[in-house]
């Protein structure tokens, strides 16, 4: 009987099984998750601590008089400016050259006991060109024409010499040392030069209207050499910049002269003489030089430190000689006096 009862409050006591799914209630759950909108699964933010203080300053701050702003002064109207890369800068003008090349500014190195700037300057060339004429007939006094201006003078149309002979351009070269400075170099030099004339030959036995030979010509020929010691006057070019250099040359010389005939031979005098020799005498040179320097101060000085070139001149000079043996005997004065034009540099 206990177990029967025991049965009985077992059944009586045991949960009821759950109830089968019903179809149609699933469908509705899953229409109502459908239709529930996506911002309902991301929670709204909660308000900040400071949007709240914010929320109440703006309610505090409504029942105060509002402050109106200051006034913001109108922008001023930018000028139009052009872009460029950088900032454009005038050009340097050409004292600001000058002043930054270091080839224009003086240079500081002595390079003598005088003082002077630049390289050492110890030789003097020159090149120069004049019109030149031997002056043979000088001391002829007879009728006419003198010896040489009958061979080699101007001639009318039958041959016959009518007036002097023209001078002819002689260039010469000159060289010299310069072993001393005294307000300017002292110096010791040579200089050699060459002339050349040339005639139709004279006939031994002329027609009438034909004294010179077509067929047959002479030449004459001097080369004048001098020794000649020197003095220039730099001390205002080297200190004061004043372009002008005076100076003056004194000195022997020595004239080598020749005859020829159209064959080229020597030519002979009636007696047989060969027509060459020498002539000694003396000579003067006095002229003046402009120093180029002065025109372009800086090139002049580039051309000193690459070349040793010291200064570069024109010059102009008045030349007096005297080359017929001092005077003495019957001899050929082939002195003259006369000009030249030249360039010299000096290194």
């Known amino acids: 009987m206990s177990a029967a009862l025991l049965l009985v409050t077992s059944a009586l006591l045991a949960p009821e099984p759950p109830p089968p799914p019903d179809p149609d209630a699933d469908e509705e759950l899953i229409i109502e998750d459908d239709e529930e909108p996506a911002d309902s699964e991301a929670p709204e933010p909660e308000a900040s601590s400071e949007d ?7 309610a505090d701050g409504e029942d105060e008089p509002a402050v109106p702003a200051p006034k913001a002064s109108p922008a001023k109207p930018t000028p139009a400016v052009i872009p460029t890369e950088g900032q454009s800068k005038p050009p340097p003008s050409d004292e600001a050259l000058r002043r930054d090349d ?4 003086p240079d500081t190195r002595p390079r003598d006991r005088a003082g002077r700037p630049g390289s050492p300057q110890r030789f003097a060339l020159e090149f120069k060109m004049g019109p030149y004429l031997p002056n043979i007939d000088r001391a002829y006094s007879g009728a ?5 201006a009958t061979i080699f003078g101007q001639t009318d149309s039958t041959g016959a010499a009518i007036d002097q002979p023209k001078q002819f351009p002689m260039p010469v070269l000159a060289f010299e040392w310069q072993f001393l400075y005294l307000a300017g170099p002292l110096g010791l030099g040579t200089q050699i030069g060459m002339f050349r004339d040339k005639a139709d030959a004279l006939v031994a036995n002329p027609s009438d209207g034909n004294l010179r030979s077509q067929a047959d010509d002479t030449k004459f020929a001097v080369i004048p050499v001098a020794l000649l010691a020197s003095y220039r006057f730099e001390l205002l070019a080297d200190r004061f910049r004043v372009p002008l250099v005076p100076y003056l040359k004194a000195g022997l010389a020595y004239a080598f002269f020749w005859n020829t005939s159209g064959s080229g031979n020597l030519a002979r005098n009636s007696q047989g003489d060969v027509a060459r020799g020498g002539v000694p005498g003396w000579q003067l040179n006095a002229g003046a030089m402009f120093r180029l320097d002065v025109l372009e101060p800086g090139t002049a000085k580039k051309l000193d430190s690459l070349t040793g070139i010291n200064h570069t001149y024109v010059f102009g000079e008045y030349q007096l000689s005297r080359i017929a043996n001092f005077g003495v005997g019957q001899v050929l004065d082939l002195g003259d006096n006369t000009w ?8």
């Not at 270091?102 to 500014?105: D, E, F, K, S, W």
């Open 144 to 148: 006419g024409l003198g010896p040489y």
């Open 340 to 347: 030249f034009a030249g360039l010299a540099i000096e290194f």
């Open 102 to 105: 270091p080839l224009a500014q």
């Open 52 to 58: 709240e203080a914010d929320e109440e300053t703006e």
